[in-house]
């Protein structure tokens, strides 16, 4: 999947260990924890474009830092 490659590219290239794969992952995934509890959707994909979008919004400084 495309999405599990980009974060994988992004924590490799920060050179980031467990937590901070984990900040990566809650970087990519924040609005959505938000926003989906209360929609009526049944199914969540995130593609890689989203990832790209969400990950770019992010404070790269706190990954590193979490690493």
Known sequence: ???IDFVVE???EL?????????ILEAIMLDA????PDSKKKKFVVTAEYAKEKFS????VNMKIAS
Do not use: I, P
Not at 15 to 23: E, V
Not at 57 to 60: F, I, K, N, Y
């Open 1 to 3: 999947d495309a999405a």
């Open 10 to 12: 992004k924590a490799d």
């Open 15 to 23: 050179a980031l260990g467990a937590r901070g794969l984990r900040s």
């Open 33 to 36: 924890m938000y926003e989906l």
């Open 57 to 60: 919004r992010a404070d790269g």
